[in-house]
């Protein structure tokens, strides 16, 4: 979820709202598949089901969104979408309507829209699990997991993105690269920190979408 957020707003500035939004969806998935590889086992089916299965139907809708729209107006929804999902993240929101089987439902589905239409598909996972009380040893495995299905989906409904293969080379090294120092710093990070970096560096991603969308109009 960090990444998209982080990488989704300076993806779409760089490259376009397509395109930006399809190579966060492969890079993302990329993440998640490697991430899960270490703690697969405590994914907990029951609960990722519903999640799942509501991301898969709303991935489509995602994906008309962003076809229709003219790109000022495409990147003005996809700046206000990781806005109001930052704040949101940053306030925990406490919903009761994000619990049991229903709250995973409406996770999932608001989850896979905002993946395909916007690349960032964690945050109302993330609320979820919040309101579900897990764990943080829990959400990491099953968010992962949660990543792989819905960018699976986002991909195969929105295409690979349309580049280069020195520009792949590039992409595929600055993420090893960032995986790697990630890695190392990790340990020297408080979490807070790292956390309230993450969501800053989003926030101001968001909101500089969003002016861009507004003076495109």
């Not at 492969?26 to 609960?47: H, Q």
């Not at 609320?127 to 897990?134: C, G, P, R, S, T």
């Not at 990491?140 to 792989?148: C, D, E, K, M, T």
Request: aromatic content about 6%; overall charge positive.
């Amino acid at each position: 979820m960090g990444f998209a957020l982080v990488c989704v707003p300076a993806l779409v500035l760089l490259l376009g709202p397509a395109e930006g939004v399809v190579l966060a969806n492969c890079a993302a998935g990329a993440i998640s598949l490697v991430g899960l590889s270490g703690g697969w086992r405590r994914v907990r089916p029951g609960a990722m089901v519903p999640l799942c299965v509501a991301a898969a139907c709303t991935v489509p809708a995602g994906v008309w969104l962003t076809r229709r729209l003219p790109e000022p107006d495409l990147m003005l929804v996809m700046g206000t979408l990781v806005t109001v999902a930052v704040l949101l993240v940053l306030r925990g929101a406490r919903v009761p309507a994000l619990r049991g089987t229903k709250g995973a439902l409406a996770a999932g589905a608001v989850g896979g829209f905002m993946n395909s239409a916007a690349g960032v598909g964690g945050p109302p996972i993330s609320l979820y699990a919040v309101n579900a009380e897990w764990t943080v040893r829990e959400f990491v495995p099953n968010a992962q997991f949660y990543g792989v299905v819905v960018n699976a989906f986002s991909l195969t409904a929105n295409g690979l993105p349309h580049l280069t293969a020195p520009r792949w080379t590039w992409i595929a090294t600055a993420l090893t690269a960032g995986a790697l120092t990630g890695h190392a710093l990790s340990p020297r990070i408080p979490e807070k920190r790292a956390r309230a970096l993450v969501l800053t560096l989003a926030l101001a991603g968001g909101i500089t979408a969003v002016g861009k969308g507004i003076w495109g109009l």
